[in-house]
Structure formats: structure tokens, C-alpha cells
């Protein structure tokens, strides 16, 4: 029973540090083009958190800062690739295209997979990894695990519904969707042990 106790404990602790670590996120991605690098320094948070390591508020700013300078380009073209999305959906949202229903569902799905791509990417980044690698290993990682794909997917359905139902959720569950992403990147690394 106490190790039960001890067990519950450990997972709710964690839990409370993804809620504190949705918070970090919405601030430092505030700006938009910071989104990949909050991603990947809150990931490292995380991850560093769950394996007993010592992480601070410090140590997720200097990750932050290391993962700007090399994600900038990534941001921007995340950015890039969301107006298409959503001019698409614009383009939808007038009467008269046909099949409107099946390519705005289509479009809905693009958006998910792409931000479940970035979540993996960001999942597997550490200081000096090249973004084009980890998007490339996220991709195969997306078409190759489709049980931890569809967690993601999943919790990006969730995390898209809570936050359009009421916005203030976009602040824990953002923590949430990175902890998901971690436990999906954790749960591989130990298959491929």
C-alpha cells in the first residue's frame, strides 16, 4: 500500500510539474516563432524531471535560448506552413467548393500531423542537434509508431478542442501535450534498447 501511495505521488508530482511547465511555454512561445524552441527546451524540462534530474526555471531559459538560435528557421517556417492551413480553410469556408467538408477535414488532419511531427522533433532535441535531422527521424518516428502517433494526434485533438472550448486551458494543457510527447519519445528509446 505504501509504495502504491509512493506511486501515485511520484505521478502526481509530475503531473503538477507538466501543468508549471505549460506555463513556461505559453510565455517564452508568446512571440510565435519561438513555438519549436519552447517546445524543445520545455521537452528537456521534463525529461530531465522525470529521470530524477535537477531542472530548474534557469536551466529551461538557457535551453530556450540555445534552441532559438538554432530553430529560428523552423519557427518561420512553421508560421509559414500555418497561414497556408489556414488560407486553405478560408478558401473552404466559401460557398459553393465543392467537397468543402472532406478537404477542410483533410486540412484539420495536415495541421494535426504536422503539429504532432514538431512535437516529436522537439521531444528528441538536446543543445546542437540539427532541426532538419530531427524533423526527418520525427517524420519516419510519425509513420513508423502509429500507436505513439496516435497518442499525440490525440492529445492534439484534445489540446485544440479545450483550448477553442475555453482558451485558458491552452496554458496546462500545452504542458500536458509536451509530457505526452516525452513519454512517447521515452517509450521508443526503451523499445529500441
Known sequence: MA?????FGEGFALFAECLLTGVW?????LPVVTVPAALA???RHVAAYASGESTTLASFWADLRTALRESWRVGLAMIGAALV??????????????G????????????????????RAAAAWA???RWRALFAAALGRTRDDLSGTGILLGGVA?????????????????????GAAVAVHRRRLAREE
Open 100 to 119: 468543402r467538408s472532406g478537404l477542410a477535414a483533410a486540412t484539420f488532419l495536415v495541421a494535426a500531423l504536422a503539429a504532432t511531427v514538431l512535437l
Open 127 to 129: 543543445p546542437g542537434e
Open 25 to 29: 511555454v505559453c510565455l517564452a512561445a
Open 85 to 98: 492551413l489556414l488560407l486553405n480553410l478560408v478558401v473552404l469556408a466559401q460557398e459553393g467548393v465543392p
Open 41 to 43: 527546451a520545455a521537452s
Open 158 to 178: 484534445i489540446w485544440a478542442v479545450g483550448s477553442w472550448a475555453l482558451w485558458l486551458l491552452v496554458v496546462p494543457m500545452s504542458g500536458c501535450l509536451v
Open 3 to 7: 509504495r502504491r501511495r509512493q506511486a
